[in-house]
């Protein structure tokens, strides 16, 4: 049944493409599919930017398009969202000055969704804002009369040394702290921001240090444990290949992700050379599924770890391939619902090793789908917080990845069972339905 009180969904991408009713983006998780799959069960209202200012409605979702100039969207979103903030909140340091015109852009991109917001939107139903694109928002809309706001930020949320790096990080937070509610992933993330606003009260920039404390909650974002595990499977790319490499008796180890620097894809291809070459015996009895999906490709630094990637992949594959096997199955498009989930139902083991992630549900949903698999799963993916059992490691570490896809690989069945069913206990207890509750 559909819970007809509407939530009010905020964030940069629109959960419906241009011209399309397919749900956007629901295929590779991430923020907009796990929300958008809250529209099986209420009604949402969804405010996300576009090239033209319009309405949508789909089902259960209509969506409220704040249309953004190509020049505006280039130093909001690629400069100041991605070349700015992504790296900076995945403690990677790579930018030497801050200009000011892309703080600006920031500045006008929230206030532009801001209107979008007051003019669709009455006090009393609950807005849910999304993520470092709209840090400001919070504070905007509680200045102009909304008050029922929560927020949630879904990277990591870094230490105070680092996040002063950022020359407004003051305004950032002073925007977050406009919510009534304010969420992380874990508590590490919530203790680093606690931490920041601890600072700038004795700084006398916060006047109630108390209040603010109250605000924040550790709570995951979950999926719909029971729409993915009987999901049905339309006939796609992957269902058929993979079913073939079963058949020759090949174990299928995967990882699926966009296109990111900070997802690990060339530390998980060291490490799968390295497997190979320390296990020569595992040569045709395994192979890598690498499925990649396009991503910011207007940004140079994508661009060229697109071509590191390309070249990894062809390092092992002219190696160590036969006429029989090749190692590395490198798939770079977008991926539809049916295709990912038999990634997920024909894959022996999959990696969710990221460099730095805020949480990542790829784990969560590949749980959810198989029952017969195991999991490689990064410390520093907040997920780990949450999911034990399968096996940890520190993808920086090349040695430990190789030796731990070994151990995966000859875990006892039994063993893998045991711990899958464990897993998804916890998989059905991180629902998407419970995030929301403690959200709004």
Same mark, same amino acid.
């Given at each position: 049944?559909?819970?007809?009180?509407?939530?009010?969904?905020?964030?940069?991408?629109?959960?419906?493409?241009?011209?399309?009713? +397919?749900?956007?983006?629901?295929?590779?998780? @991430?923020?907009?599919?796990?929300?958008?799959?809250?529209?099986?069960?209420?009604?949402?209202?969804?405010?996300?930017?576009?090239?033209?200012?319009?309405?949508?409605?789909?089902?259960?979702?209509?969506?409220?398009?704040?249309?953004?100039?190509?020049?505006?969207?280039?130093?909001?979103?690629?400069?100041?969202?991605?070349?700015?903030?992504?790296?900076?909140?995945?403690?990677?340091?790579?930018?030497?000055?801050?200009?000011?015109?892309?703080?600006?852009?920031?500045?006008?991109?929230?206030?532009?969704?801001?209107?979008?917001?007051?003019?669709?939107?009455?006090?009393?139903?609950?807005?849910?804002?999304?993520?470092?694109?709209?840090?400001?928002?919070?504070?905007?809309?509680?200045?102009?009369?909304?008050?029922?706001?929560?927020?949630?930020?879904?990277?990591?949320?870094?230490?105070?040394?680092?996040?002063?790096?950022?020359?407004?990080?003051?305004?950032?937070?002073?925007?977050?702290? !406009?919510?009534?509610?304010? @969420?992380?992933?874990?508590?590490?993330?919530?203790?680093?921001?606690?931490?920041?606003?601890?600072?700038?009260?004795?700084?006398?920039?916060?006047?109630?240090?108390?209040?603010?404390?109250?605000?924040?909650?550790?709570?995951?974002?979950?999926?719909?444990?029971?729409?993915?595990?009987?999901?049905?499977?339309?006939?796609?790319?992957?269902?058929?290949?993979?079913?073939?490499?079963?058949?020759? @008796?090949?174990?299928?180890?995967?990882?699926?992700?966009?296109?990111?620097?900070?997802? !690990?894809?060339?530390?998980?291809?060291?490490?799968?050379?390295?497997?190979?070459?320390?296990?020569?015996?595992?040569?045709?009895?395994?192979?890598?599924?690498?499925?990649?999906?396009?991503?910011?490709?207007?940004?140079?630094?994508?661009?060229?770890?697109?071509?590191?990637?390309?070249?990894?992949?062809?390092?092992?594959?002219?190696?160590?391939?036969?006429?029989?096997?090749?190692?590395?199955?490198?798939?770079?498009?977008?991926?539809?619902?049916?295709?990912?989930?038999?990634?997920?139902?024909?894959? +022996?083991?999959?990696?969710?090793?990221?460099?730095?992630?805020?949480?990542?549900?790829?784990?969560?949903?590949?749980?959810?789908?198989?029952?017969?698999?195991?999991?490689?799963?990064?410390?520093?993916?907040?997920?780990?917080?949450?999911?034990?059992?399968?096996?940890?490691?520190?993808?920086?570490?090349?040695?430990?990845?190789?030796?731990?896809?070994?151990?995966?690989?000859?875990?006892?069945?039994?063993?893998?069972?045991?711990?899958?069913?464990?897993?998804?206990?916890?998989?059905?207890?991180?629902?998407?339905?419970?995030?929301?509750?403690?959200?709004?």
């Amino acid at each position: 049944m559909i819970d007809s009180s509407p939530v009010n969904i905020v964030s940069y991408r629109c959960p419906l493409r241009a011209g399309s009713y +397919d749900l956007f983006e629901l295929s590779t998780g @991430g923020l907009v599919g796990g929300i958008a799959a809250l529209s099986e069960k209420r009604s949402l209202r969804w405010f996300c930017f576009d090239s033209e200012r319009g309405r949508l409605d789909y089902r259960n979702i209509t969506v409220y398009k704040t249309g953004i100039t190509k020049e505006l969207n280039r130093s909001y979103y690629q400069v100041f969202c991605n070349t700015y903030l992504w790296p900076l909140f995945h403690y990677i340091r790579n930018i030497n000055t801050y200009h000011e015109e892309p703080w600006n852009a920031y500045v006008a991109a929230n206030n532009a969704i801001a209107d979008t917001i007051i003019s669709n939107v009455n006090n009393e139903t609950p807005i849910l804002v999304n993520d470092y694109h709209l840090a400001l928002l919070p504070s905007i809309l509680r200045n102009r009369g909304m008050s029922n706001i929560s927020f949630f930020w879904h990277v990591p949320w870094i230490t105070p040394e680092f996040l002063k790096i950022i020359p407004w990080y003051r305004e950032m937070v002073s925007g977050i702290l !406009g919510a009534s509610k304010i @969420g992380f992933h874990t508590e590490i993330y919530s203790k680093n921001f606690r931490s920041i606003i601890d600072e700038m009260y004795r700084e006398g920039l916060l006047s109630d240090y108390e209040t603010t404390e109250r605000k924040i909650v550790s709570v995951p974002l979950g999926i719909d444990y029971d729409s993915y595990s009987k999901r049905n499977i339309r006939k796609n790319f992957f269902e058929e290949e993979l079913k073939k490499v079963r058949r020759k @008796g090949i174990k299928i180890i995967s990882a699926l992700s966009r296109l990111d620097y900070t997802k !690990g894809i060339i530390q998980t291809l060291e490490a799968f050379r390295l497997f190979l070459k320390s296990n020569p015996g595992y040569a045709e009895k395994v192979v890598l599924v690498l499925a990649v999906s396009p991503s910011r490709e207007e940004i140079e630094q994508y661009k060229n770890f697109k071509q590191e990637v390309d070249r990894e992949v062809g390092k092992i594959n002219s190696s160590l391939r036969t006429i029989e096997w090749t190692p590395v199955l490198y798939i770079y498009r977008k991926f539809n619902q049916s295709e990912v989930a038999s990634l997920y139902r024909n894959s +022996d083991l999959f990696l969710v090793t990221p460099l730095m992630d805020g949480l990542n549900i790829v784990a969560e949903e590949y749980i959810a789908m198989n029952d017969t698999g195991f999991l490689i799963i990064s410390e520093f993916a907040g997920i780990s917080t949450y999911i034990k059992g399968f096996i940890e490691i520190n993808p920086f570490d090349t040695k430990r990845y190789s030796d731990s896809i070994k151990m995966a690989l000859d875990i006892d069945p039994s063993e893998r069972l045991k711990i899958m069913r464990e897993a998804k206990e916890v998989v059905k207890r991180l629902s998407i339905e419970n995030w929301l509750r403690k959200m709004v």
